[in-house]
């Protein structure tokens, strides 16, 4: 079993920056991709940032270049860094660990992230 929290969410203007973490607790014995999923009001949960377990990171196009994965494996912590930070980005952010052919797929609370002035 696998609990992911995340933390990290907050009002911000457009144009400024945040950083979201995901803590692992748990294990799991398999190969695994832990991602950052995003939900806004009315529109279907979309996949935005990726890290694989041998390192590879994969993104979005409305995030490329704006948002970066990363993991801190002594801590068991994914981040996704935010910067450039849009209106359209606002959402909750929901971390999520799956294993190939979503054999095991776990999700955390989810946490909220608005940008607006």
């Known amino acids: 079993q696998v609990q992911l929290v995340e933390s990290g969410g907050d009002l911000v203007q457009p144009g400024g920056s945040l950083r979201l973490s995901c803590l692992e607790s748990g294990t799991l014995f398999s190969i695994y991709t832990t991602g950052w999923y995003r939900q806004a009001p009315g529109k279907q949960r979309e996949l935005v940032a990726w890290?694989?377990?041998?390192?590879?990171?994969n993104y979005a196009e409305s995030v490329k270049g704006r948002f970066t994965i990363s993991r801190d494996k002594p801590k068991n912590t994914v981040y996704l860094q935010m910067n450039s930070l849009k209106p359209e980005d606002t959402a909750v952010y929901y971390c999520?660990?799956?294993?190939?052919?979503?054999?095991?797929?776990?999700w955390g609370q989810g946490t909220q992230v608005t940008v607006s002035s």
């Open positions: 890290i694989e377990y041998g390192g590879n990171t």
């Open positions: 999520n660990v799956w294993t190939a052919g979503r054999h095991d797929d776990y």
